[in-house]
């Protein structure tokens, strides 16, 4: 599905008219430029949200992999910066905490 001029699209598994298992959300986030910039989640989605296991790969080049509920960072995951730093722990409403697992930060 296409949202006309906004720039978002969705490919997946849908339930009752909400994007429900598998899917890809891609959308713009800057049309200024030739080339534009997307963010893009691919993953897992329970009643129109992000939730379970996802991708996130944001338009500055950084990414998380991992856990997600209701649509935040939530759980055991990977973010991987733009610089090339990774940090592996512990994600809480989108927050680094690093528990109860021990950061990981590598460089």
Do not use: C
Not at 41 to 49: A, E, L, S
Not at 73 to 96: L, Q, R, W
């Amino acid at each position: 599905m296409v949202w006309s001029g906004t720039g978002e699209s969705y490919t997946g598994e849908w339930n009752m008219g909400i994007q429900h298992g598998e899917g890809t959300q891609t959308w713009t986030v800057d049309t200024n430029s030739q080339l534009p910039l997307k963010n893009e989640y691919r993953g897992q989605w329970v009643n129109g949200k992000r939730d379970g296991f996802g991708v996130f790969s944001y338009a500055s080049g950084a990414r998380y992999e991992g856990e997600w509920k209701d649509n935040t960072k939530h759980g055991y995951g990977k973010f991987f910066f733009k610089d090339g730093t990774v940090f592996a722990g512990n994600f809480e409403n989108d927050s680094i905490t690093g528990r109860p697992v021990p950061p990981t930060w590598v460089k």
